[in-house]
């Protein structure tokens, strides 16, 4: 799923824009119980929509919008994200915005709607594991399938008890070629017998202790070859794939490759 933001004081006019250019299902997010208007211009309607913050929560339940994110994953192929600067996804600015935009626009008719597509496709996509596990069972061979194995990798805070606290993690990557690598051991795994479809997942930025970062899922006829590719798939991405790690713990900072 492609997540992106919206801000500004024609956020909501730009969105419809965008909206009209997006190919898919897409879920709107907004960030508190009043849904944001352009000056009584109504507000920009997707197929599912969530409205989080403290004075009403979808649901009852105090969601968040990276609960809304991940909850809207598994079935939207995009998700706007409206009044909420502070995301680590592509940035659009309509109107008068103190934001440190990816595109920006005096006006929601200046907006660059192609522009903002392509950043927009262009950024890291959000999954989490349910939307990776939804995909495979979309795949073409699902009907062929017994099995679906999957493997996350968290962040640990520390090993023992006395060890110092792991605050967050910091990942980076050899930008295209990290992507190219992945789909190449999906390929390579594919093509075992038994394996129908294989999805690995690394994300990139800060991932908080207790966070997710890494998945593979595969989709296979039975489990003994699920379980055989979920685990050459992660131990593949770990050796294979160009991803740089800062650590941060409660004392100090240091690049982990740097230590080795």
């Known amino acids: 799923m492609h997540a992106f933001a919206m801000v500004g004081a024609e956020a909501e006019t730009g969105l419809r ?10 879920g709107v997010v907004r960030d508190d119980g009043r849904p944001a208007r352009d000056g009584g211009t109504a507000v920009a309607r997707g197929d599912t929509e969530y409205v989080v913050g403290e004075e009403w929560h979808a ?5 968040g919008v990276e609960d809304a994110l ?3 994953a598994p079935d939207h192929d995009y998700a706007a994200v409206v009044g909420v600067a502070d995301l680590d996804v592509p940035l659009v600015a309509v109107g008068d915005a103190e934001a440190d935009a990816d595109i920006e626009a005096a006006t929601a008719a200046a907006l660059g709607v192609e522009a903002a597509v392509e950043a927009i496709h262009d950024a890291e996509p959000h999954e989490t594991l349910a939307s990776l596990v939804a995909a495979v069972k979309r795949s073409a061979d699902a009907d062929r399938a017994g099995a679906i194995a999957t493997f996350a990798g968290r962040v640990r805070e520390r090993d023992g008890e006395d060890d110092d606290a792991t605050r967050y993690l910091e990942f980076e990557k050899y930008d295209g070629v990290a992507e190219r690598t992945m789909r190449t051991i999906e390929s390579d795994l594919e093509g075992r017998d038994g394996v129908l479809d294989v999805r690995l997942h690394h994300r990139t930025g800060r991932v908080e202790a207790g966070e997710d970062i890494v998945f593979t899922v595969v989709l296979a006829g039975h489990r003994e070859e699920a379980f055989r590719a979920v685990e050459d798939g992660i131990d ?13 713990t ?10 080795g």
């Open 17 to 26: 824009r965008l909206l009209g250019a997006l190919d898919g299902r897409v």
């Open 59 to 63: 649901g009852g339940d105090g969601l």
């Open 70 to 72: 991940d909850r809207l």
């Open 236 to 248: 593949r991405l770990k050796n294979e794939v160009p991803l740089f790690k800062k650590e941060v």
């Open 250 to 259: 409660e004392s100090e900072t240091f690049w982990v490759h740097q230590r």
